[in-house]
């Protein structure tokens, strides 16, 4: 019998083409905090998000015409809840984003790897390995020397969004493995209405919180749209349709391993192109959320087998890293 993709060695030249596009979407990923700083202010975020969606749906949903005219009611409405949860993540995300570093944000964000399985485990009445623990006391400790930047000032009121915006992205994760209406849905009919469902949220309090979304996409000039179109195109439509295929065509720990490098991206972008300037004792915390949320990664609790119609990431029965619901 052929060995499958999944099964030749990792080494060889096409598991280095498989693993490339997971790269890059964590490349993307990582860029995302920057490029939300060069297209969004905080008068804007919610036209912005608006717009960046509002971009998205319609190719989204020619793709999943079919799917979506197979869903029945319990789903649309399942799916409509998620929604809503997610409309909460990306607003604090992005709120965040434009009130701190790029680089503290993509670390902070991260942080969703460590608190997911400590959310599970505490629904579960189960607890974590002393190894799990360690690595969640670690990135505590991280985050505070990064957010203070070596000192004993306080979080900005960014950091503090961000870091809502992974204890609601981890609340996601798990109310996702727990929604029996979409646990054999097709993934890309949810997910458009999720994204249906969130950008129908923004449209809706866009007017009384800030300048129309179509005020803001005139205000644009050429490197604004190329940044939105960054957000739209690469960190969204692009991300969500390699996760798609990734899954299926090398391991799913692979792939969550290779996207757990999105906030290492997130540093070097901020670092490099936005210019955050960290004292000795911030970096060393940011090197310790890093080395903190990968050994959380490692030696999470295994996640519950999986009770739909596959496994893996992208589906929403098993709750651990390599089983989040692809992030869009």
């Not at 290779?258 to 991206?265: C, N, R, V, Y």
């Not at 959320?289 to 959380?296: D, I, M, Q, R, Y």
Request: some cysteine.
């Amino acid at each position: 019998m052929p060995a499958s993709s999944s099964d030749l060695p990792e080494g060889s030249s096409s598991s280095v083409l498989r693993d490339l596009p997971v790269l890059l979407v964590a490349v993307v990923w990582g860029s995302s905090f920057l490029a939300v700083q060069r297209v969004a202010e905080p008068g804007t975020v919610v036209a912005m998000l608006v717009l960046r969606f509002g971009l998205v749906l319609p190719l989204l949903g020619v793709v999943a015409w079919r799917a979506l005219r197979r869903l029945n009611r319990a789903e649309w409405l399942g799916g409509a809840a998620l929604g809503l949860v997610l409309s909460g993540i990306f607003l604090l995300e992005t709120y965040g984003a434009v009130h701190t570093s790029a680089t503290n944000a993509g670390l902070i964000i991260s942080l969703a790897m460590v608190l997911t399985p400590l959310g599970e485990s505490a629904l579960g009445r189960t607890a974590p390995p002393k190894a799990f623990l360690a690595a969640a006391g670690l990135a505590v400790l991280g985050v505070a020397l990064l957010t203070g930047d070596g000192g004993l000032r306080p979080p900005t009121l960014g950091d503090l969004l961000v870091l809502g915006a992974a204890l609601v992205r981890s609340a996601y994760v798990l109310a996702a493995a727990r929604t029996r209406a979409v646990r054999d849905t097709d993934m890309l009919a949810v997910t458009w209405v999720q994204l249906a469902v969130a950008t129908g949220v923004f449209a809706a309090v866009a007017l009384p919180v800030g300048p129309a979304p179509w005020t803001v996409a005139r205000s644009y000039g050429a490197g604004q749209w190329a940044w939105l179109l960054h957000l739209s195109l690469f960190c969204t439509l692009f991300a969500f349709f390699v996760q798609m295929w990734a899954v299926r065509a090398t391991s799913p720990s692979r792939v969550s391993l290779l996207l757990g490098t999105e906030p290492l991206w997130a540093a070097v972008f901020g670092i490099t192109v936005a210019g955050n300037r960290m004292g000795p004792l911030a970096l060393l915390g940011g090197a310790l959320v890093l080395v903190a949320t990968e050994w959380g990664r490692r030696t999470t609790p295994a996640p519950r087998p999986a009770r739909g119609r596959g496994e893996g990431e992208g589906e929403p029965d098993a709750v651990g890293p390599n089983a989040e619901p692809a992030r869009v």
